[in-house]
């Protein structure tokens, strides 16, 4: 299994950036896509998660109404929508999956994640 994501970069507050998490190697429709980041000297965080087969999706308080997680299943690619970015989004954002257990929705705990992208850097600047 292989994600990969992509979209980071350097820029100002208020700009948007849409981050991409390209998924291959299995199946994904029993799975959960999340998000998280990490910001240098503190834990990694959960963002967003959606089911990869029903759509339903959660956001962390901090960036509801902000960010959009969206998926397209003709080509297997998770989205992050990330739209009136402030300074405090600044972090490696990584994508993971993990299996959809549904009593434990919304997952957003890391360690509930199987799978995980490498990580992209995304610093906006105030």
């Known amino acids: 299994v292989q994600l990969q994501a992509s979209g980071g970069g350097l820029v100002q507050a208020g700009d948007s950036l849409r981050l991409s998490c390209a998924a291959s190697g299995r199946t994904f429709s029993n799975y959960v896509m999340g998000w998280f980041r990490q910001a240098p000297g503190k834990e990694r965080e959960f963002v967003a998660v959606?089911?990869?087969?029903?759509?339903?999706?959660y956001y962390a308080d901090s960036v509801k109404g902000r960010f959009t997680i969206s998926r397209d299943t003709a080509k297997n690619t998770v989205y992050l929508q990330m739209n009136s970015l402030k300074s405090e989004d600044t972090a490696v954002y990584y994508c993971?999956?993990?299996?959809?257990?549904?009593?434990?929705?919304?997952?957003?705990?890391?360690?509930?994640?199987?799978?995980w992208g490498q990580g992209t850097q995304v610093t906006v600047s105030s």
């Open positions: 993971a999956a993990g299996y959809y257990y549904i009593q434990r929705w919304p997952i957003m705990n890391h360690h509930e994640y199987n799978y």
């Open positions: 959606m089911t990869w087969s029903g759509g339903s999706t």
